[in-house]
């Protein structure tokens, strides 16, 4: 759904007169809702500049899909990126976004209590 | 080989209608990059549902967005989105909103400016309507105010 809702709004922005980057690890949805560049890398959802802790790998996509600004001349263009998430399991492919892959959804009352604590920690004096 | 996300997520919500999702075949708008990036003000955007200290998190349906100064740091951040598993960009933000990342490149002179601030919102919004009516006109309007020249959108 994020990718939809990013590849909507790359085209508005695009047709209000700025040039729009989109990137991508979900491919179909992507080219469905065809926005006007994208650079796709096949990772897992929730990764899609790269790996946690991991400031090269996050470097080199985004070294490489900034490229895409000044690469990409055919509207609707998606680069794929060479990058692997683990060369030896590839596991993961089957079963991202899969039954049972999303967490349950933290109840009401947690969130709240969550959003409390923040608000306490950066309203009341002692910032961080 | 990529992943096929469309028929996943219709076996994922099956007791649900099928989700319509947008096809455009009309080609997209097209501008063309004005000068190197290197000289442009580059707006960096994601829709990972990424939180600043004390921001209100979001809500189903939500198309709201957030302002994230661009000097935060990283146990600034918190992250709220019911879409993707969080808990790595819970650890580390720049999997899906790489701010850390985009100001290196501008200080290496990659990119010719970094937007101050950042721009996040929450992109599990199932109406496609709403983010094009609702949330896209209120961002063109924050980076025409900026005088942005390059939008780079990461999903989550």
């Known amino acids: ?128 | 080989m990529p992943v096929a996300y469309i028929p996943r997520t219709r076996e994922l919500y099956n007791a649900y209608t099928p989700y319509r999702w947008v096809m455009n075949e009309e080609p997209p708008p097209w501008t063309p990059l004005g000068k190197p990036l290197a000289e442009c003000k580059v707006a960096l955007m994601s829709s990972g549902g990424v939180l600043y200290r004390d921001q209100p998190r979001f809500h189903r349906e939500d198309t709201s967005y957030r302002l994230i100064p661009k000097s935060a740091r990283r146990d600034e951040l918190t992250v709220w989105h019911f879409g993707y598993p969080t808990g790595d960009a819970e650890k580390d933000p720049n999997c899906v909103f790489p701010l850390e990342r985009m100001r290196e490149f501008e200080a290496a002179g990659r990119i010719g400016e970094l937007c101050d601030p950042a721009f996040t919102f929450m992109g599990g919004i199932y109406s496609a309507r709403k983010v094009r009516e609702e949330l896209a006109p209120k961002i063109v309007e924050e980076l025409r105010s900026r005088n942005v020249e390059a939008f780079y959108l990461v999903p989550a």
């Open chain 1, 1 to 128: 759904m994020c990718h939809q809702s990013v590849g909507l709004i790359a085209r508005e922005v695009e047709a209000a007169g700025i040039p729009t980057l989109c990137m991508t690890s979900a491919y179909d949805i992507t080219q469905a809702v065809n926005p006007p560049r994208a650079v796709f890398v096949n990772y897992p959802l929730g990764h899609q500049t790269g790996k946690p802790d991991d400031p090269e790998n996050q470097r080199a996509i985004i070294r490489d899909a900034l490229a895409a600004f000044e690469t990409i001349s055919k509207p609707g263009t998606i680069v794929e990126l060479p990058y692997v998430w683990d060369a030896n399991d590839r596991r993961w492919e089957e079963t991202d976004y899969t039954p049972g892959f999303l967490p349950p959804r933290p109840r009401k009352a947690d969130a709240d209590l969550a959003e409390q604590e923040r608000r306490r920690r950066y309203t009341t004096g002692n910032p961080g």
